[in-house]
């Protein structure tokens, strides 16, 4: 067993690492586009994969939205049954898979407030489409990001949670994870890149 | 556009996370929108996560979640298969090894599996070419009365200009431990180091290794896959 610390050059020139084009990330993202292009054929049992990997997020973004557990179930149930119902609706040319999942939770959301009269029925005046919830997209960006946060490896999650929560400098975690000064800067530029774009890809509202 | 000097990207994510840079020209923030503007989108990701609590870390929903939704969607009349798509013919080979009773190695190990009470599955990848490769395959990480094994199995892979290596790495690929020497059989089997933490070297990869001595990844790779524990 040995350990080698730096990163793969892979024979086509890219680095394995961060937001480079192979690495930890386009094997996860190869996974969701396999996932995302099965749904998309509508294939058997495409739902479940589509469930695994998603509902912890449509989860926890209805449950931050709405506020008990009950709820939330409900509002997650509903949106897969949509999800699978309206999968013809879905482009995956147009957006990400759970980008449109979050679009579909907005608007179960959105249907939970207003059965219980929190929220006006959409009108002439205010069309469904223009009404966010500012309280509902501040859920998503959180959820987004809490869930980037996680999947980044080590020591990136770490210095970034130093930084973030700990209001540490990028010096100070250096010194403290006992790590070279560039290589602290650099995880810093790549991780804050990488939750720029999952926002961007998973969080716009469409 | 002569004469502008840009800020380099790590000292814009530096000013986003509020870090005063030495060394900095302030001033040119002033005079430069492009570079402001990527402060500005940079500060705005970092405000909102600094707003995380540990509620908005993501949860699975209940349990019996997945069965109210095949419940719901079969009601309504549709046809609807809840099972996932197996993996075809790629998973053919475990199907075969239960049915025959033994993994043969290409080592010329004997793995014995009780077929009563086969080593349970623990994690799983599926090993997908990296650009310019064609192979593909799975692993598994199984639960032997002997500790955790890998199991790869990546058929119809070329004769290799030196030898094949497979390794663990960290999700950013920094980090690894070597696993062992990929033998000629499709089928191979590693036992992991007792201790290992799968969760910090979930990626299997398969490196080409030159005779060279050297001891480090080559950087040139087959076929890599994160396992799904």
Known sequence: MRETGHSVETAHGGVVSGHSTIGEQSVRSRADAEITSSFARGDDGSLHEVYNRWSPLVYTVSLRSVGNGDDAADVTQAVFVAAWQGRQ??????GSLPGWLLGITRRKVAD???????????SAEVPEQAAADPRVESVIDRVLLADEIARLGDPQK??????????MTHA?????????????KSHVRRSLGRLRERLEVDGVRH | MSGIDHMDEETIALLALGESVAGVDAGHLQVCAACQSKVDQLRAVVDTARTITDEDRPMSPPDDLWQSITDQIESDGAVFSKKPPTGGLRMSWFALAAAVGVIVGSLGTIVAV?????????????LEPLPGQQARGIAQVRD???GPVLLVDVPNLPQPEGYYEVWMLSPEADSMVSIGVLGQGSVNEFPLPAGMDMQAFP???????????????SGDSLVRGMLDT
């Open chain 2, 114 to 126: 009780d077929q009563r009470n086969p080593a349970p599955t623990i994690a799983q990848a599926e």
């Open chain 1, 112 to 122: 939970h407030f207003r059965s219980r009269g929190r929220l006006p029925e959409p």
């Open chain 1, 89 to 94: 609706g879905f482009d995956p040319d147009a």
């Open chain 1, 158 to 167: 770490r210095i970034l949670e130093l930084c973030f929560f700990q209001d």
């Open chain 2, 144 to 146: 032997t009365t002997n």
């Open chain 2, 203 to 217: 990626v299997v990869d398969i490196s080409v290794e030159q005779f060279d001595g050297d001891v480090t990844h």
């Open chain 1, 172 to 184: 100070q975690v250096a010194s403290l994870l006992d790590l070279p000064l560039g290589t602290v």
